[in-house]
């Protein structure tokens, strides 16, 4: 089982994540849904395991969608614009993020044991149908304002902050790292002064 990545405050922002080292060396790089099983388990975990079969075909379209959306989040965001070399939103991403809200058929209810249930999604297409609508909603609603890029120049996360006091987009990795690498400068610098004196 394929541990993933939440916390960014909404799925399709934990979507985004599920690719790893964007802004390092591409023998760096990991997709954590990059076959059927792991996109069918990532789905399964966010309450969007589809009635159909995943297959190859939504590992591609998931891949696409998903990092149409990173771009644009980035350029939203904007101080990450510059360090991911996006300077606005390209047509093609706007074409890739339409493509996928083509398939949204609107969110279908019934009677659960607890109340209003929604109903699970009849294909994958139709599951990344619902996160690229619930992002459209977010980069262009009133939320935007919350969305913030991870201070670790290395990491491509990307969540929502609604404090305004969040510096990482996890502690237990992208603030450790940061605050190792502080402790290390320090005590590198500290040897530099201590060996000129």
């Known amino acids: 089982?394929?541990?993933?990545?939440?916390?960014?405050?909404?799925?399709?922002?934990d979507l985004l994540s599920t690719r790893e080292?964007?802004?390092?060396?591409?023998?760096?790089?990991?997709?954590?849904i990059s076959s059927a099983a792991a996109l069918g388990e990532w789905l399964a975990a966010?309450?969007?395991?589809?009635?159909?079969?995943?297959?190859?075909?939504?590992v591609e379209r998931f891949a696409q969608?998903?990092?149409?959306l990173h771009r644009v989040a980035?350029?939203?965001?904007?101080?990450?614009?510059?360090?991911?070399g996006v300077a606005a939103v390209g047509a093609g991403d706007v074409r890739v993020i339409g493509d996928a809200l083509a398939a949204d058929s609107g969110l279908r209810v019934a009677r659960g044991a607890d109340g209003l249930l929604v109903r699970?999604?009849?294909?994958?297409?139709?599951?990344?149908?619902?996160?690229?609508r619930a992002a459209v909603e977010d980069l262009t609603g009133p939320r935007r304002a919350?969305?913030?890029?991870?201070?670790?120049?290395?990491?491509?996360?990307?969540?929502?902050?609604?404090?305004?006091r969040r510096r990482w987009c996890?502690?237990?990795?992208?603030?450790?790292r940061l605050r190792v690498r502080a402790h290390r400068a320090r005590v590198t610098d500290g040897e530099g002064v201590g060996g000129s004196v």
Not at 21 to 32: E, I, L, M, V
Not at 74 to 84: I, P, Y
Not at 146 to 164: E, H, N, V
Not at 170 to 176: K, L
């Open 1 to 13: 089982m394929t541990t993933f990545r939440s916390g960014n405050g909404a799925a399709w922002l």
């Open 21 to 32: 080292g964007r802004y390092r060396t591409a023998d760096r790089h990991r997709d954590r």
């Open 46 to 58: 966010n309450g969007l395991a589809p009635a159909r079969a995943v297959g190859a075909a939504d």
């Open 65 to 68: 969608v998903r990092e149409a």
């Open 74 to 84: 980035v350029a939203v965001v904007g101080g990450a614009g510059a360090r991911a």
């Open 120 to 132: 699970r999604p009849a294909t994958a297409q139709e599951a990344l149908a619902r996160l690229t």
């Open 146 to 164: 919350q969305l913030r890029a991870c201070g670790d120049d290395t990491c491509a996360g990307i969540f929502f902050d609604p404090t305004g």
């Open 170 to 176: 996890t502690d237990q990795s992208c603030g450790n």
